[in-house]
Every structure is written in structure tokens, then in C-alpha cells.
């Protein structure tokens, strides 16, 4: 287990990782504003709702459309579920490693005036899962026996179905 993965992990879920807005609370030094755009950077935007990480989940082979998954789901957490029980053909736990790469890429540019393009999202996640097991650090076996019965409690059924569809993402044929 990657002690760094397992931070990013524990704070992705907790919402705990020092975002612009968060940040910016303790310290005036600290900018609040999305690096690439200048809205207010909560979890929500750099996730799910910036042109960038928009571009990003849609480019192959997710496909998907961010935006109409955020008009329903409103946490981080949320959209997490509603992703790995969207029957999506590519998403399963290790798809995760996809938030890692965006808050790379968050911090590259920030920090280091690094910009990537959103289509290097997906290559960078693959080099940062050859190295950790993120399943591992997201599910305990109790959690993994347990997945199923947590999704459904989480996302009701009606909402796995439209998220089944092309509501959330396009076919990639
Ligand atoms: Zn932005």
C-alpha cells in the first residue's frame, strides 16, 4: 500500500483535501479560485465541474458527461457511487486513480505552472495504478462482501437505470 495514495484516498472520501476553498480559510496566502478558470475551487468543480476535468471524464473511454451526474448527485462520495453502479463498461474501483491524476494535475499547475491536456488524465491514472492497489485502499474485505447492499442504499434503483443509459455517458461505438 502507497502511504500517499492512501492520504489522497482517506481525504478524497472524507472531503478532506486541502481545496482552494477549504484552504483558502486558513490562510489569505492561500488562493480559494480554480487554477485554470477562477471559480471558487471546491470539490465539485475540480472533480466533475471544470472545463478541464469535464474534457477529461469525456474523453475515451469513459465518455462521460459529468455535469448531468453533478445536477443529481451533489458530494464527491455521491458521484462515486453513482459511477461505480452506472454499468459503465470501463468504471470499476481502479477507475478512481482517474481523481488522483486530476488533483495531480490540479496540483502541477498550480504549484508547479504545469498544465497537462485533459486527454493525458486517463495515461497519467494508468502510471499512477501500476505502481498501488486502490482497491485495496478504498474497500476492506468486510467493505468488498459488503459493495452491493451499500450501492443500493446509496443509489436507488431508479437512478442505476438512468445511469445505465446514455444519460451519463455516450457509447463509445
Ligand atoms: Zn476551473
Same mark, same amino acid.
Given at each position: ?8 484516498? /482517506? ?45 477529461? /471524464?469525456?474523453?475515451?473511454? !469513459? ?15 455521491? =458521484? =462515486? ?9 470501463? =468504471? ?7 481523481? /488522483?491524476?486530476? !488533483?495531480?494535475?490540479?496540483? @502541477?499547475?498550480?504549484?508547479?505552472? *504545469?498544465?497537462? *491536456? ?9 502510471? =499512477?495504478?501500476? @505502481? ?42
Amino acid at each position: 500500500m502507497v502511504p500517499r495514495a492512501q492520504t489522497f484516498a /482517506w481525504g478524497l472520501l472524507h472531503r478532506a483535501l486541502p481545496i482552494g476553498k477549504r484552504a483558502s480559510k486558513f490562510s489569505k496566502h492561500i488562493v480559494g479560485e480554480c487554477v485554470r478558470c477562477a471559480t471558487l475551487e471546491d470539490e465539485m468543480h475540480m472533480f466533475f465541474l471544470c472545463h478541464f476535468s469535464k474534457a477529461a /471524464w469525456f474523453f475515451s473511454p !469513459w465518455f462521460i458527461r459529468t455535469e448531468v451526474i453533478a445536477a443529481n448527485h451533489h458530494s464527491t462520495p455521491q =458521484i =462515486i457511487q453513482a459511477l461505480l453502479t452506472s454499468a459503465h463498461p470501463y =468504471i470499476k474501483v481502479t477507475s478512481l486513480y482517474t481523481f /488522483w491524476s486530476i !488533483w495531480k494535475a490540479r496540483n @502541477d499547475a498550480l504549484f508547479g505552472r *504545469k498544465f497537462c *491536456k485533459p486527454s493525458q488524465v486517463f495515461s497519467i491514472a494508468n502510471a =499512477i495504478m501500476q @505502481d498501488s492497489k486502490l482497491e485495496d485502499m478504498f474497500l476492506t474485505p468486510h467493505e468488498h462482501r459488503c459493495t452491493r447492499s451499500v450501492d443500493q442504499h446509496v443509489v436507488p434503483q431508479r437512478d442505476i437505470f438512468l445511469l445505465a443509459g446514455n444519460a451519463i455517458f455516450c457509447d463509445a461505438a
